[in-house]
Every structure is written in structure tokens, then in C-alpha cells.
């Protein structure tokens, strides 16, 4: 049986079936092993792990340890107390996703284009004129506050070969509409939006047979790609223009809230909101993308994965707003109704967290697609959704429907 237990209670002689931390690539991902001496447990809290799931089949059990199951139930009730307590992000989107895409699909590859000139620049030695990420982020900024969607949604198209500058942009997005949600004012959310966009410039200086490095990095090159945010610092502090804010985005996007985190291992509120934002986000992003190491997690996945995390990693406060911005059921997420029907979220709803707008698209007691239409689940009472889906078990891309001309609606 699968269990999850603190990594203080990790033992020799139990088996470790998941270090529960997908979002590194450290030397020990994404290994099972039998856990030999306590040496190993002692790397593993150095590493930054906070706890493990263990196979009770293949190893030590752990009694009281919460089952797989158990831990799925409780991600579950509490994704539905902040349903229930806080509710949509509150503000109204000025257009609708679907109404955006077209704009924001430029502002991506203009974005995209600029992070990877001036990181380049970086890279090369060369000095670059950083002021010209300005009206990228500024795209960005505008693009967020005319509907969150739209942008976030385009941020789970991409390559693995320009991770680093599609994950720049997707933070960027993501931050500013985490702000937003937050309401933090205008100027803050820039900062907090530069920061997002620069964060990982350091990783330039880390050389490239590191950082893509197909398969794990030795505990030298691990070592040596973890110095990126120190790098990132000396080069931002250089930089007039950029703001304290900014830069904590930057120094701090790697630290934890329970003090596992680089490179200062600061805990709680020794580090700032936005560095404590910074580090949600940037997880969130990094499961869901293909990376060399691992396949991309859904976001509706990923979402319950970062709630289940909350606990140790990140500010549970702060984790619910975040789930607030990007939904609990995340644009793209293929979802089962209760009449059996699929169907991919399409719009968030201005009233219910778990009610969106989503586009049917088969019918499994029909084993059939259907012509797509659209159902708004916050003004139906006949629907609802009971769970979500994987695409590939069902042969549906929900990709594909998102980006779609407008589908009727009843
Ligand atoms: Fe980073």
C-alpha cells in the first residue's frame, strides 16, 4: 500500500515509491529505492525533501501513516473549503478567454522572443539592453487584466528544447494574475510581474550541458545549476531600473515555507509575500511542462498536487489564493459531468469556483463524440461536474476545443 509520511519518519529498511518534490531535478528523481542507513534519510531532508510516499508492499510499513487515498480525500475537502470560503478571484474579466486568445497568442511569441534575445545576450557575456523587456511585460500585464485566461491557458503549449524562456513568460502570466487576484495595486503587480519574467536569468550563467541535461544531474552539477539564483541576484542588482520587489522575486523563488528551500533555507515569513508567491507559482509551472526528467502533470493535477504541498512547501493561505486565479478545475481540464458527459473547461465562471463554462464534447455511455456545445454549469442546475479526466485515456486533445470557434450554447 502506497502511504505518505514525513520525511522525519522515513526509516531504513522502508521502500520509497515517490520523493513527493517532482519539481527538480536532483540526483535521486525519480528513483524508487529501499532506504539503507539513515546517511540516506539525512541527504534526502538536505535535499529539500519534506516527505515521501512509501510502498508498505515492497518495504517497512509505517502504521499510521495516511494512505494514497486518504491524502486524495483530504486535497479534495479542502480544495472545496476554499471553493466554499473564498470563492471566485472577484474581479470581472473584461472579455472573455476565448475573446482574448488571438492577442495574447502575440503577446506570447513577443514575450518569448524578447526573454530569449536578452537571456542570450547573458549568455553570450554580451551586455543587454534589459529595459527591453519592458513593453513584453507590459503585454503582459494588460493581456492578464483584460481576461487571466487567456495567456495562462497558452502557457501549456510548448517545446521542451526552450523551457527556460516559455517558463519565464508562463511565470510572468501567472504572477500577474496571482496579484491580481490578490488585488495588490498596479505598480506592485508590475514589479511583481518583472521579477516573474527575470527570475530565472541567472540559469545563464549555469552552463548548458547542465541545464539540459537529458536524464538526472550528478550532485556536483545539481549543486552548481542551485547557484542560478545567486547569479540571478548579481546580475539583477546591477540592473538601476530593477526594483527590491522584483529582486525578491528573484532571490527567493526557490526558498520554502518550512525552511527546505535554497539558498538562504529561510522559513515562514522571513520570506517576502512576493518571493513566497514566486515559489507557488514556479512549481506550478515546472510540473506542468515537459521537462527532460519528467512528463507534464495536468494543471487540475497540478493544482491538488500544490493544496497537497501546502502543507509544508508553501503558505496555505496564500496556495488558496493562488487556486482561486488559476481555478480549481484549470481552463483545458477535461472534466466528467454527472450525465456521463465530457467536457473541457472553457471559461471560468464569474460566481462559483467549481461551476465554469465548459464545452461537451462526448458522450461515454454513448462511447461517441457529440457536435461540441457549451454549458455554463453555473446557471444549469440539471449538471454538474463530478470529477476530471485524462485526454489520452479518452483519445480527446482538450486543447483543441479551447482554441476552437465558439460552440453554441444552450
Ligand atoms: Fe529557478
Redesign the pocket.
Known amino acids: 500500500m502506497i502511504k505518505k509520511i514525513d520525511i522525519r519518519e522515513l526509516r531504513p529498511g522502508m521502500y520509497v515509491h515517490d520523493l513527493n518534490c517532482c519539481w527538480v531535478a536532483h540526483p535521486l528523481y525519480p528513483t524508487r529505492f529501499k532506504v539503507q542507513s539513515g546517511k540516506e534519510v539525512d541527504r534526502l531532508i538536505e535535499l529539500g525533501v519534506s516527505s515521501v510516499y512509501i510502498d508498505s508492499g515492497m518495504g517497512e510499513d509505517a502504521p499510521n501513516a495516511a494512505t494514497e487515498d486518504e491524502v486524495r480525500q483530504t486535497v479534495e475537502s479542502a480544495l472545496l473549503k476554499i471553493a466554499e470560503s473564498l470563492g471566485v478571484a472577484g474581479e470581472a474579466q473584461g472579455i472573455t478567454t476565448r475573446e482574448e486568445l488571438g492577442s495574447a497568442a502575440q503577446i506570447h511569441r513577443e514575450a518569448h522572443q524578447t526573454i530569449q534575445e536578452v537571456m542570450s545576450d547573458i549568455r553570450l557575456g554580451k551586455h543587454s539592453e534589459m529595459e527591453r523587456i519592458e513593453p513584453a511585460i507590459r503585454g503582459v500585464v494588460d493581456s492578464v487584466f483584460r481576461n487571466s485566461g487567456a495567456l495562462i491557458q497558452l502557457g501549456g503549449i510548448r517545446t521542451k528544447d526552450q523551457y527556460t524562456f516559455a517558463h519565464s513568460v508562463n511565470v510572468c502570466a501567472l504572477l500577474t494574475s496571482f496579484a491580481r487576484t490578490l488585488k495588490l495595486g498596479n505598480d506592485i503587480t508590475r514589479q511583481i510581474s518583472v521579477g516573474g519574467m527575470l ?2 536569468i541567472g ?1 545563464m550563467r549555469v552552463p548548458d550541458a547542465i541545464l539540459n541535461k537529458p536524464g538526472g544531474l550528478t550532485e556536483s552539477e545539481f549543486d552548481e545549476m542551485r547557484r ?2 545567486q547569479h540571478g541576484v548579481d546580475i539583477l542588482g546591477k540592473v538601476s531600473w530593477i526594483s527590491p520587489i522584483s529582486l525578491q522575486v528573484t532571490a527567493q ?2 526558498e520554502r515555507y518550512d525552511g527546505s528551500g535554497y539558498p538562504a533555507g529561510l522559513k515562514g515569513d522571513q520570506i517576502s509575500q512576493f518571493g513566497q508567491m514566486a515559489s507557488i507559482v ?1 512549481v506550478y509551472d515546472a510540473i506542468t511542462s515537459t521537462r527532460v526528467y519528467h512528463r507534464p502533470m495536468a494543471p487540475v493535477v497540478a493544482i491538488r498536487k500544490i493544496q497537497e504541498w501546502s502543507e509544508q512547501y508553501f503558505n496555505e493561505e496564500l496556495v488558496s489564493h493562488f487556486i482561486r486565479s488559476v481555478g480549481i478545475f484549470p481552463l483545458g481540464t477535461l472534466v466528467r459531468l454527472e450525465s456521463d458527459l465530457l467536457a473541457v473547461v472553457v471559461e471560468h465562471s464569474a460566481s462559483s469556483l467549481l461551476n465554469p463554462v465548459v464545452r461537451v464534447v462526448y458522450d461515454t455511455g454513448k462511447r461517441s463524440r457529440v457536435a461540441p456545445y457549451d454549458l455554463d454549469l453555473s446557471q444549469q442546475s440539471a449538471d454538474r461536474i463530478v470529477g476530471f479526466e485524462s485526454g489520452e485515456k479518452w483519445g480527446i486533445a482538450p486543447a483543441d476545443f479551447l482554441m476552437a470557434v465558439d460552440a453554441p450554447a444552450v
Open positions: 527570475h530565472d540559469k542560478h539564483v523563488h526557490h514556479d
